[in-house]
């Protein structure tokens, strides 16, 4: 059997592992960091995701789905919050629908608890990968603590050491590798609401709330211990800006103009602002993922996105999926067509989550607090339901099936024609909740094809 | 004055040393090659280039047009050649207009002469950069033959190295900097055509020849020794392409039924082909360019862009013009500023040219062959002819002109509009050459601004 190297033992890297360690293969995951299960370490980002569908996909196959859900929150659609504290639901898919909230660190431990069920892998930390081999499958280590260097080798290295990834830095001084990496103009900073009356929610517990401004944004997820972790998504430059916000008086005047509410529930905003670091956004397009039989790329290290879909783990997470399916199909002396099946299969999607992740972004600060944008969402959940296997929104394709996100994105704009048909009709403001809409509409989309099962059902 | 350290002695780090020599700033210019005034080397990149307008500004402010000039062979125009050997000249401008066939390494050695010149330049070749401080503009060289290494303290670096620039690859690792490269499809690989009867041009000399074959082509520039360099330029992949053409026989076969005439004049096609590399085209994009007052990149180490429209000498000359006219607006100690004019100004220019020389690509290779294509060049050479103010070709203001690129793409791409409209013109073919659609021309064109000079005189 094949021995692996897997470089990174975050989410991807730890959940890959497993994969491939229940196939027999022998599994050595090198992590540059130490053990988050012994030491306590902050890595700088989101402390809390949302799972849905394709994550939870990814997790099942690895056993601990129990595990995961026991500490995972439903958020059934969003709370918009205006300026002046009136807030606004809008769910995301059916009554049975929710994507969750979970603790980035609780499914990390829980992956490594159960890759190390598993005698044929073993966890190295502390290892940062300084050089690499990619005809050998060589990679070379330096201890952090130690200062040792280790030489590894193995049939196979496997990157999964995110947006900044090591392994892809090797691959792009080949020729004829394609990379971008591209900032977004805003950046983020976390903040926390904590519990109330020692230990309930300060709000709403099973949604995700959103305070959007125009060309910035707050948005706060539950936790398990009743506080919310929120995040700031705010231009570095310009007016207001974290450039424009100097002194703790312009912070809490700006807080207390924008979101009031906000600060009301927020006793340690200023020591939180100036504390918590101020962390950029990126995303990290490349191909190909892969040289030869001998390396490949995964999860962020091949497709880094920004947040805003809440799809940058659930999309490493399908990674792992598909590539499990393309084992079945493929023998051990054939991983070359294996790696290059995968990254044929996998590009298209990542580079359509990366599209939508970034048009999520405008959708969430901006067009959530819109009136035709809340009518089209309304519309959309009347099609939703009285053609179900002809239509699908966006949002839900995304999270709530694994319909393959390049063609999500293909359907989504399809199915965008005839929305914006249905929209310009007149009275549409009055005839909504009516039964003579419900009809029309039902007939408007008659013409689109039957792809989906039924609304309750999987895709 | 300031201390400057150019890591680059290619053509654009010689020539900005040049200009900041002549300022009295003290100036050290690092390669990493030996220097190829005295060593022949291959440098495995295209040996010679066609120099235009902006080139030869670039070239005037170092002083050594004339020395250049002595060894530039005009281009006219294009001849295209057909399989069945027929030819077909196409002009590039006016009868006084023409690039011109240079040889790289001429221009870079008159250039590095020229800079030798100045009391305040020195060159220093085998120095290879292995390490920068970006804030405090160290930089550390590690000697070629001896293995020494050597730190260089100076006020700013510039980085002058090239498309595969490791100054930009230091720069790449500061938080928020956005990064591109991208390789096409197609490589290429030089083959020569020889004097004839000792000396004499075996074609028109005062002209690029390229054999169109739609999805790829072949292309010939003048030397002043009689010979031409032919560069291929072929897919990596596919039928036909580098990786399908694999024995002797299939080279010939393949040359023989393409390039029946060319083939003729190329006795040494086989060891050519053979022998010469296969390499890869890439284009590069990066912003920004600069960190503080520190640091700055020029030529192909901001821009790398593919050479199907001649420019990216050109360009990085430009850059040089450029940022010799900001020096006259900003004091020493307000180079951060400058620096920060700079990127801005030169970013949606180098972007321009970027994306042209990627459209022009297909233009060679495909387009010229195109009967449609041939007549839209007719009807802009008259349109220029009548309304020389308002009209000028796409090419023109490329090649012609110090009209910034990105202005020339938006001005050419409201002209198409109204070419759009003549060229569908009932009997357009048998109008060609009347003097009725002169003034037709002249007549649609008329409501376009009067944007440029007299015809003759330089834009």
Chains 1, 2 share one sequence.
Request: glycine share 6%.
């Amino acid at each position: 059997m094949k021995s692996i190297t897997i470089i990174g033992a975050g989410l991807v890297g730890s959940l890959v592992a497993v994969y491939l360690a229940k196939r027999g293969y022998q599994v050595s995951v090198f992590e540059r960091r130490p053990d988050m299960r012994t030491q306590r370490i902050s890595a700088g980002r989101s402390i809390n995701l949302a799972l849905s569908d394709r994550g939870w996909k990814g997790i099942e196959g690895a056993g601990i789905k129990e595990d995961i859900a026991k500490v995972a929150i439903p958020m059934k659609g969003r709370i918009m919050h205006s300026v002046d504290g009136k807030q606004t639901f809008q769910q995301y898919g059916t009554d049975k629908q929710a994507i969750y909230s979970v603790s980035r660190g609780g499914i990390n431990m829980a992956l490594m608890d159960c890759a190390e069920r598993y005698e044929n892998i073993q966890f190295k930390f502390n290892q940062r990968c300084i050089d690499m081999n990619i005809e050998t499958a060589t990679a070379i280590f330096q201890d952090n603590e130690t200062g040792e260097q280790s030489t590894v080798h193995s049939d196979c290295i496997i990157g999964a050491d995110g947006a900044y990834s090591v392994v892809r830095g090797v691959l792009q001084m080949t020729d004829r590798f394609n990379y971008s990496q591209n900032y977004i103009e805003h950046g983020y900073k976390e903040l926390t609401i904590p519990p109330i009356n020692g230990g309930d929610f300060a709000m709403e517990k099973n949604a995700l709330h959103i305070w959007p401004r125009s060309s910035y944004m707050l948005i706060a997820l539950p936790n398990m211990d009743g506080s919310f972790t929120c995040t700031l998504f705010f231009p570095f430059e310009g007016n207001p800006s974290f450039a424009s916000l100097r002194t703790d008086e312009d912070i809490l005047n700006f807080f207390r103009e924008h979101f009031p509410d906000a600060v009301e529930m927020m006793p340690t905003l200023l020591q939180d602002y100036k504390n918590n670091p101020t962390s950029s956004l990126i995303t990290v397009r490349c191909f190909p993922w892969s040289y030869k039989d001998k390396v490949l790329l995964i999860g962020d290290a091949a497709h880094g996105i920004v947040p805003f879909f809440g799809q940058g783990m659930n999309c490493g997470f399908e990674d792992c999926s598909v590539l499990d399916e393309l084992l079945n199909k493929y023998e051990d002396n054939e991983w070359e067509s294996l790696f290059e099946e995968f990254e044929t299969l996998r590009k298209p999607n990542s580079d359509a989550i990366a599209q939508l992740a970034l048009e999520n972004f405008v959708e969430m600060r901006d067009k959530v607090a819109d009136k035709e944008f809340l009518l089209r969402k309304k519309i959309e959940a009347i099609a939703q339901e009285v053609q179900p296997k002809r239509f699908r929104s966006r949002y839900s394709m995304v999270s709530f099936s694994h319909i393959p996100y390049s063609e999500s994105m293909k359907i989504a704009e399809e199915q965008d024609k005839y929305i914006d048909v249905i929209i310009r009709m007149p009275n549409i403001n009055d005839m909504i909740g009516s039964e003579e809409l419900r009809t029309q509409i039902a007939e408007a989309l008659a013409n689109l094809p039957e792809r989906f099962g039924d609304y309750s059902s999987p895709v």
